[in-house]
Each structure stands twice: as structure tokens, then as C-alpha cells.
């Protein structure tokens, strides 16, 4: 099982930045994706950013994030990134840290809650 700490979180101003990481306890080279999702209350589980390898690299996004959201790692640091700018109050939502290895092993963070609220 991979161990996922996530961090970053919190109450940012309509407009405004946050980045949020996600410390892999395994090395990037073993995970096929890396994404984030976020879950607002009373709302289903949403997909805001993803990398996926194979033989080549794709990223996507939701529509909603797209042009204000960026996704990146760093595999020296084995860390998943999202930078987030342009916030707004529709992005708050408790943000997941989501895993999957080529061996088809499924990780989740404990989630960092984002509030965008004046």
C-alpha cells in the first residue's frame, strides 16, 4: 500500500493561489497515474487533474480547472503537485491525493481541505 501525505490546504480569497503536494512513499517511477480529485459537500467525487504513463505522458483536466489548474511532480522528491490559481468559491472542496502503480495498486490521501471564501 502506498502512503500518501498531502498538504497545502486552506482559506484562500477569491483570486487567489494555493499549492497543494502529495509525498509518495514509493517512487514515481512505479505509478501509472497521479491525479487529484476534490469532493464538495453534497456532491460526488470529481476528477481536477491527472497524469497518466505508458508509453507516452498525457495530462488532463476538468473543464472547470482548465487554464487556472496545473499538475506536476517532482520525482526526486517523489511529490505530486497542484498548483491552483484563480481560485474561486465553486473550488472549495476537500482535495485528494489519488495513486494508481502499474502493479494496479489504488492509493488515496487523507484529503486537504481548500475554502475560497471572502
Known amino acids: 500500500q502506498v502512503q500518501l501525505v498531502e498538504s497545502g490546504g486552506g482559506l484562500v480569497q477569491p483570486g487567489g493561489s494555493l499549492r497543494l503536494s502529495c509525498a509518495a512513499s514509493?517512487?514515481?517511477?512505479?505509478?501509472?497515474?497521479m491525479g487529484w480529485y476534490r469532493q464538495a459537500p453534497g456532491k460526488q467525487r470529481e476528477l481536477v487533474a491527472a497524469?497518466?504513463?505508458?508509453?507516452?505522458?498525457?495530462?488532463r483536466y476538468s473543464d472547470s480547472v482548465k487554464g487556472r489548474f496545473t499538475i506536476s511532480t517532482d520525482n526526486a522528491k517523489n511529490t505530486v503537485y497542484l498548483q491552483m490559481n484563480s481560485l474561486k468559491p465553486e473550488d472549495t472542496a476537500v482535495y485528494y491525493c489519488?495513486?494508481?502503480?502499474?502493479?494496479?495498486?489504488?492509493?488515496w490521501g487523507q484529503g486537504t481541505q481548500v475554502t475560497v471564501s471572502s
Open positions: 514509493v517512487s514515481m517511477f512505479s505509478m501509472y497515474t
Open positions: 489519488n495513486v494508481k502503480l502499474f502493479s494496479n495498486s489504488d492509493s
Open positions: 497524469i497518466t504513463r505508458g508509453g507516452t505522458t498525457s495530462i
